[in-house]
Antibody, heavy 116, light 107 residues
Framework: QVQLQESGPGLVKPSETLSLTCSVS?????????WGWMRQPPGKGLEWIGY???????AYNPSLKSRVTISVDTSENQFSLKLNSVTAADTAVYYC?????????WGKGTLVTVSS | EVVLTQSPGTLSLSPGERATLSCRAS???????LAWYQQKPGQAPRVLFY???TRATGIPDRLSGSGSGTDFTLTISRLEPEDFAVYYC?????????FGQGTNVEI
């Protein structure tokens, strides 16, 4: 059974960098698939942030591309999200998931609040 | 990017009734790569259908997905109590992947 778990600070100051890690169990990232990040502001809809392949190739949402980096660590079977220069608009629940285009496995999500 | 518009925003129904949810795309969705998700409060979304009409593992057959091109539909033939939730469509025919704004199915 594939399981994903997000981890990272729940509070980030404005203008700083949001950093999250997604640990994958039950499946080796090197076996394939893309691995992605999504977010959902409180009470709002879902937004795709981007994905990474085990080779390190990436794709990002153009709306966030200038601030986002997604990377993979195959030795730890995990992948990471960095979003810099955050503002209150980046407050959201952040989800990681297995990206087949659609998402068949999701983490439980982690709330990140941007506030001083 | 492909903009997805879901309607209605809210659907107020009773158990046993039929629910019809619509998802319209601003341009043709390549290869009908359209997925539907169900999300309950405090939970991650769960995939229901992909490829517009392929049921995901464990999804009951009272739910069905249909459509092609720019118009897609999720139908729940007889609402069960566990079906009251928010439903999202998502296209993955062209980057960036995009989601609709959601339909809330409430009692």
């Amino acid at each position: 059974q594939v399981q994903l778990q997000e981890s990272g600070p729940g509070l980030v100051k404005p203008s700083e960098t949001l950093s999250l890690t997604c640990s994958v169990s039950g499946y080796s990232i090197t076996n394939g698939y893309y691995w992605g990040w999504m977010r959902q502001p409180p009470g709002k809809g879902l937004e795709w942030i981007g994905y990474v392949y085990h080779s390190g190739s990436t794709a990002y949402n153009p709306s966030l591309k200038s601030r986002v980096t997604i990377s993979v660590d195959t030795s730890e079977n995990q992948f990471s999200l960095k979003l810099n220069s955050v503002t209150a608009a980046d407050t959201a629940v952040y989800y990681c998931g297995r990206d087949e285009g659609y998402f068949d496995y999701w983490g439980k999500g982690t709330l990140v609040t941007v506030s001083s | 990017e492909v903009v997805l518009t879901q309607s209605p925003g809210t659907l107020s129904l009773s158990p046993g009734e039929r629910a019809t949810l619509s998802c319209r795309a601003s341009q043709r969705v390549g290869s009908n790569y359209l997925a539907w998700y169900q999300q309950k409060p405090g939970q991650a979304p769960r995939v229901l259908f992909y490829g517009a009409a392929t049921r995901a593992t464990g999804i009951p057959d009272r739910l069905s997905g249909s459509g092609s091109g720019t118009d897609f539909t999720l139908t729940i033939s007889r609402l069960e109590p566990e079906d009251f939730a928010v439903y999202y469509c998502q296209q993955y025919g062209s980057l960036p992947w995009t989601f609709g704004q959601g339909t809330n199915v409430e009692i």
